[in-house]
């Protein structure tokens, strides 16, 4: 079955720090890659996804990931953290044409002014 | 926000009562979804359907059941309402892009089973 893991749940860093939240899965085919950001009281946003090509892609507010398809990681990755980025950051994978997802169980960010 | 709905935002409710819970769209897309949101579990998929009255299981189903008897709405119904409910609910559509789907997700309902 898939399965998709994030190891940082919790994730403290100062402001101006760089960030590096890790997600592996396990599926054995090709698949689509995403990460959410969930704002304090908020619904989850996308930040940045994969499908297919240059494997490192960049989101929005600075963000980017690099997908490692022989490590099965898409780890997000941010050159300076800001407060505003606090937030759960949850890593999914689909498989391509199918409707399902996986999510991870999140990493919570929070970051001190 | 990809025009989802979710009604009601926030309730509060007591065991064995019954509870409905509506996500609406507006653009007519055709895949829908009900997640819980759980601390230390992430999101697990409840129900989702692929059109009107199509629906099927994910994994957390038991407990729930749900109807989407028109393309714009998708009903969650806890039959029998329990503590163990108690949860954050997200809507979620799925939009083609690329040769692959996007999921965005609506604002929540916030559940409270005492």
């Known amino acids: 079955a898939q399965s998709v893991s994030q190891h940082n749940h919790h994730v403290i860093l100062s402001e101006a720090a760089s960030l590096e939240l890790g997600c592996n899965y396990s599926?054995?085919?090709?698949?689509?890659l995403f990460w959410y950001v969930q704002y304090p009281g908020q619904h989850l946003q996308l930040l940045l996804k994969?499908?297919?090509?240059?494997?490192l892609v960049k989101g929005i507010k600075g963000f980017e990931a690099e997908f490692i398809k022989s490590k099965f990681s898409f780890n997000l990755r941010k050159p300076s953290v800001q407060w505003s980025d606090t937030a759960e950051y949850f890593c999914?994978?689909?498989?391509?044409?199918?409707?399902?997802?996986?999510f991870g169980t999140g990493t919570r960010l929070k970051v001190l002014a | 926000d990809a025009g989802i709905t979710q009604s009601p935002r926030h309730k509060v409710t007591e065991t064995g009562t019954p509870v409905t819970l509506r996500c609406h769209q507006t653009e007519n897309h055709r895949y829908m979804y009900w997640y819980r949101q759980d601390p230390g579990h992430g999101l697990r998929l409840i129900h989702y359907?692929?059109?009107?009255?199509?629906?099927d299981k994910g994994e957390v189903s038991d407990g729930y059941s749900v109807s989407r008897s028109k393309t714009e709405d998708f009903l969650l119904t806890l039959e029998s309402a329990t503590s163990s409910q108690t949860s954050v609910y997200f809507c979620?559509?799925?939009?083609?892009?690329?040769?692959?789907?996007?999921?965005?997700f609506g604002p929540g309902t916030r559940l409270t089973v005492t």
């Open positions: 599926y054995g085919g090709t698949v689509n």
């Open positions: 359907s692929y059109g009107v009255k199509d629906t």
């Open positions: 994969y499908f297919s090509g240059d494997p």
């Open positions: 999914a994978v689909n498989a391509p044409r199918t409707y399902k997802y996986i």
């Open positions: 979620a559509i799925s939009i083609t892009s690329g040769g692959s789907y996007e999921q965005y």
